[in-house]
């Protein structure tokens, strides 16, 4: 499998086990929009007083401003993860990370109890059983075809009448990871701007909005636009690339960021994945253009951002590919402040975790 250097990223911290978000905020009784709000951002000069402030989700207006283009990602989190049975009996869970244009699905395998990792043996042409009788047959490794057992990521063909989304939303459950307690419901893994379906993980960046803050920005004269990215898996493995991703830029969206820019306001991304689409469709001297397909793009001190100015994020782990990105859109100096400060003020991390906005 191809390796990202990133040895690249200067942000590099050791995460200590206690600032793992465990549990949704509202199981802490804390509202979406309620979580903290990490605001790191350079200015001309390089100045650095003032670059770390501190509020809640909700205070997001406060740095933001009139003219400015908020671009979220509208993909609805899919209930990818399915308790399934191998053919000699051993449970597995089979996470669907990203559908091929082929109707074929790529897939990672996971023991029954998903203690952190994939299954060591799956091979080319075992197949699994999953629950209503649907079955489900290995038809090569991914990326490499030529790999026969110990892949990480598969390509499979499903047996479902109807397709596997369809199939998804009536036998599956959100895909989680270890640092979780217990499993929630579906409607935790979706964003105010959830409207179609096909990430194998929440677009988390935006799950601190709420229907009042979206309306609060708009009458401040914020603009919100929208693009589209269906989210694979994100178990990467530490210096993985990321996986293709199907993107889509309207017209409308490119149109926005041509007029923000004229006017001299701020183009902020909400997450990596609305970055990633909207740098898949930008232009050296910043021009976006209308765009839709697959993506391969890996934002990089290689490939900086052309046309996003800020985003808004989670807080991502030690060695994630993700660093890389944000630290081509604000900058390595702005992000490793952000996360010195995260990590010295307690702030929590992964989906359910805090925020932070990144101005270069």
Sequence with gaps: MNVLDLAAARTRFIL???LHASEPPEARGVPRDGVRLLVS???RNGAEADAVRHAHFRDLGAFLRA???????TSATLPAAVDAQRADRR???VHFSTELDDGRWLVEMRPEGNPGGPVPDGRVGETVDLPGGVGMTVEEAYPDPSVVEGSRLWVVRVDAPDGVVPYLLEHGRPITYGYL????PLSHYQTVFARDPGSAEMPSAARPFTEDLVLGLIARGVVV???TLHTGVSSLEAGELPLPERYRVPEQTARLVELTRRNGGRVIAVGTTATRALESAALPDGTVLPSEGWTEL???????????DGLISGLHAPDASHLLLLEAVAGPEVVGRAYEAALEKGYL?????????LMR
Excluded: C, K, Q
């Design 181 to 184: 307690r217990g499993r929630w």
């Design 67 to 73: 003219g400015d283009l908020l671009v979220v990602n």
């Design 349 to 357: 991390w992964h989906e359910f975790g805090d925020s932070s906005l």
């Design 41 to 43: 951002a350079g200015d």
């Design 16 to 18: 200590p086990d206690t």
């Design 298 to 308: 890996v934002l990089s001190p290689a490939r900086p951002a052309y046309a996003v």
């Design 91 to 93: 449970g597995v869970i």
């Design 225 to 227: 636009a929208p693009v």
